[in-house]
Nanobody, 118 residues
């Protein structure tokens, strides 16, 4: 059974930093076979893609709103994916979710709340 457990959220002041982690387990194939993504959803918004990283980390993509501030990375040996978030803004406030995909397969983890406020 696939499990994705996100952690690292919290309350941070504008301009601050947080590092989110997502621990994966229960995959049919080795972890490096899966692209990993972070999504976020604010209370009144639809869920939006924040960043994606390919299986061996050779390629990453970011939403325009986070480019230059967020960095996605992964450690396949530990089966973890990370989202380093710097220069946080109030509009980054949302529940952040990790997502694993391979072909037509996709699996969501539970979210972690990030609140950016003074």
């Amino acid at each position: 059974q696939v499990q994705l457990v996100a952690s690292g959220g919290g309350l941070v002041q504008p301009g601050g930093s947080l590092r989110l982690s997502c621990a994966a387990s229960g995959f049919t194939f080795t972890f490096s076979n899966y692209a990993m993504s972070w999504y976020r959803q604010a209370p009144v918004n639809e869920r939006e893609l924040v960043a994606t990283i390919t299986g061996f980390g050779r390629s990453t993509n970011y939403a325009d709103s986070v480019k230059g501030r967020f960095t996605i990375s992964r450690d396949n040996a530990k089966k973890q994916v990370y989202l380093q978030m710097n220069s946080l803004k109030p509009e980054d406030t949302a529940v952040y979710y990790c997502y694993a995909s391979r072909g037509s397969f996709g699996s969501w983890g539970q979210g972690t709340q990030v609140t950016v406020s003074s």
